[in-house]
């Protein structure tokens, strides 16, 4: 089974500021990867595909990169919408989840 | 527009089975996977398995290999999870989610609006 480790656990930052997400394998993936929002009482959303992928309607300032075992989502300015948690997935084998990054107000 | 309504909320005994339904509307059922994800009160998600629903073949995750069991109705466009043998830490809200069996940029792109299932005595 492919793990997926995501840090930090929790990201303390304010409005405006920029977020930086990792997500690392436990071996490679390729581009494999998609990243997930979700907020307090909702199902998650799909942010990201294929590593970079955005998905439909997700704002531009939404980014991800990575290939291999090492991926990163970006938030360029955070928006007060934007506070909630993130979650990788792979789709290499099968399918797993990292254990969540929780993006908190500062 | 693409929809994948759930069953509602269950409470049940420990030692019981639970079947939860996916039911899928605005695309084309047997052309994506239907996965199962389940989250635990304050914990994050779990990948269950998933079933093609042009096949009817299953992947489960080794965790739930012996409990889980993931079947479709093409005529009804609905896909199903049962679990058995519930215990009190099978306590979550399971999801259904679709994705495409090749296109990567499909990936888990609609969700169902979850089911709860409490497991207590």
């Known amino acids: 089974e492919i793990v997926l480790t995501q840090s930090p656990a929790t990201l303390s930052l304010s409005p405006g500021e920029r977020a930086t997400l990792s997500c690392r394998a436990s071996q490679s993936i390729s581009t494999f990867l998609a990243w997930y929002q979700q907020k307090p009482g909702q199902a998650p959303r799909l942010l990201i595909s294929d590593a970079s992928n955005r998905a439909t309607g997700i704002p531009a300032r939404f980014s991800g990169s990575g290939s291999g075992t090492d991926f990163t989502l970006t938030i360029s300015s955070l928006e007060p919408e934007d506070f909630a948690v993130y979650y990788c997935?792979?789709?290499?084998?099968?399918?797993?989840f990292g254990q969540g990054t929780r993006l908190e107000i500062k | 527009q693409v929809q994948l309504v759930q069953s509602g909320a269950e409470v049940k005994k420990p030692g019981a089975s639970v079947k939860v339904s996916c039911k899928a509307s605005g695309y084309t059922f047997t052309g994506y996977y239907i996965h199962w994800v389940r989250q635990a009160p304050g914990h994050g998600l779990e990948w269950m398995g998933c079933?093609?629903?042009?096949?009817?073949?299953?992947n489960y995750a080794q965790k739930f290999q012996d409990r889980v069991t993931m079947t479709r109705d093409t005529s009804s466009s609905t896909a199903y999870m049962e679990l058995s043998r519930l215990r009190s830490d099978d306590t979550a809200v399971y999801y259904c989610a679709r994705d495409h069996p090749s296109d990567v940029r499909v990936s888990f792109d609609y969700w169902g609006q979850g089911t709860l299932v409490t497991v207590s005595s």
């Open positions: 997935q792979q789709r290499s084998d099968w399918r797993t």
């Open positions: 079933i093609n629903p042009n096949s009817g073949g299953t």
